[in-house]
T-cell receptor, first 114, second 110 residues
């Protein structure tokens, strides 16, 4: 299995509070991704990174920011959490920017915002 | 806007039955991937199809990419309880960024 660790695995917080999710990889892959998974929507891309300090928006980026200061860590921040951001968040990594290459996923963070 | 329509969303069958899951789009994909996800875990890649008309087999699973590279199907023969899970298709529109279908929740009862 690809070495991807997401933390925390579960979190419950209140509306308006800041939340940071962490993705740590030991594969030295260049590309990292954050997705959210909601019933009826599959996985939707929030942000992705193509190198240290190089990030870009995905299809559902509003209300989220990311940072990547080291190859191995990709952080997702909700500056002021809202109930609509209750979801399961997955981090993924890939070695190349190529649709033929697999993305390897972490086990997810279940985030509940009350 | 959902660019990749996956159907059915739910499927409950008996062990030994055959089934087919479909992914359809109006967009052309350079490749398409199929993933399987179990509860509490992330998706795991099953196969990638690249060429229009391509067929790949993985034991009892057969994957097909449409000739126009706009659609794909997953066929499972003689389903077993171990096949239970969420199946996701994901299309690559422009290298690297994947568009996922809504997923098919498969339940195979003994």
């Amino acid at each position: 299995d690809a070495g991807i660790t997401q933390s925390p695995r579960h979190k419950v917080t209140e509306t308006g509070t800041p939340v940071t999710l962490r993705c740590h990889q030991t594969e030295n892959h260049r590309y990292m991704y954050w997705y959210r998974q909601d019933p009826g929507h599959g996985l939707r891309l929030i942000h992705y990174s193509y190198g240290v300090k190089d990030t870009d928006k995905g299809e559902v980026s509003d209300g989220y920011s990311v940072s990547r200061s080291k190859t191995e860590d990709f952080l997702l921040t909700l500056e002021s959490a809202t109930s609509s951001q209750t979801s399961v968040y997955f981090c993924a990594i890939s070695a190349q920017w190529d649709g033929n290459q697999p993305q390897h996923f972490g086990d997810g963070t279940r985030l509940s915002i009350l | 806007t959902q660019l990749l329509e996956q159907s059915p969303q739910f499927l409950s069958i008996q062990e030994g039955e055959n089934l087919t899951v479909y992914c359809n789009s109006s967009s052309v994909f350079s490749s398409l991937q199929w993933y399987r996800q179990e509860p509490g875990e992330g998706p795991v890649l099953l196969v990638t199809v690249v060429t229009g008309g391509e067929v790949k087999k993985l034991k009892r699973l057969t994957f097909q990419f449409g000739d126009a590279r706009k659609d794909s199907s997953l066929h499972i023969t003689a389903a077993q309880p171990g096949d239970t899970g969420l199946y996701l298709c994901a299309g690559d529109l422009k290298g690297g960024k994947l568009i996922f279908g809504q997923g098919t929740e498969l339940s195979v009862k003994p």
